[in-house]
């Protein structure tokens, strides 16, 4: 399910052992041995890994018609292609059984 660990980009290391996660908008303050708010991050000893790096888990073509942008060019496909985790928490998710799955952060370095 979850993809091999790999040290994370888009991060800075803190004086305290924290991490700061720069991928998203939320630049989640991460404490040692915590998680990010996507679930996909970890801090393992001051250093932010990644629990998704080439972990796909969903491709398919799809009507634009279910797309977020079913009014852009209605009637043509589009192929979707994601990861595990979220940054969001939307009411009504469709995806929520792979957007908010909880991944193992444990791991031997």
Same mark, same amino acid.
């Given at each position: @399910?979850?993809?091999?660990? /790999?040290?994370? %980009?888009?991060?800075?290391?803190?004086? $305290?052992?924290?991490?700061?996660?720069?991928?998203?908008? &939320? &630049?989640?303050?991460?404490?040692?041995?915590? %998680?990010?708010?996507? $679930?996909? &991050?970890?801090? &393992?000893?001051?250093? *932010?890994?990644? *629990?998704?790096?080439?972990?796909?888990? %969903?491709? /398919?073509?799809?009507? @634009?018609?279910?797309?977020? %942008?079913?009014?852009?060019?209605?009637?043509?496909?589009?192929? $979707? *292609?994601?990861?595990?985790?979220?940054?969001? /928490?939307?009411?009504?998710?469709?995806?929520?059984?792979?957007?908010?799955?909880?991944?193992?952060?444990?791991?031997?370095?």
């Amino acid at each position: @399910m979850q993809g091999p660990v /790999r040290e994370a %980009l888009l991060w800075e290391k803190l004086p $305290s052992g924290e991490v700061r996660c720069n991928l998203c908008q &939320r &630049r989640c303050l991460i404490e040692p041995e915590g %998680l990010g708010y996507c $679930s996909t &991050r970890v801090n &393992r000893g001051g250093v *932010l890994y990644t *629990l998704v790096y080439g972990a796909i888990s %969903l491709y /398919r073509p799809a009507p @634009m018609e279910i797309k977020p %942008l079913y009014h852009f060019h209605p009637g043509e496909w589009a192929f $979707s *292609l994601g990861s595990w985790g979220c940054n969001f /928490r939307c009411s009504g998710c469709q995806n929520w059984e792979i957007a908010h799955i909880k991944l193992n952060p444990t791991f031997a370095l």
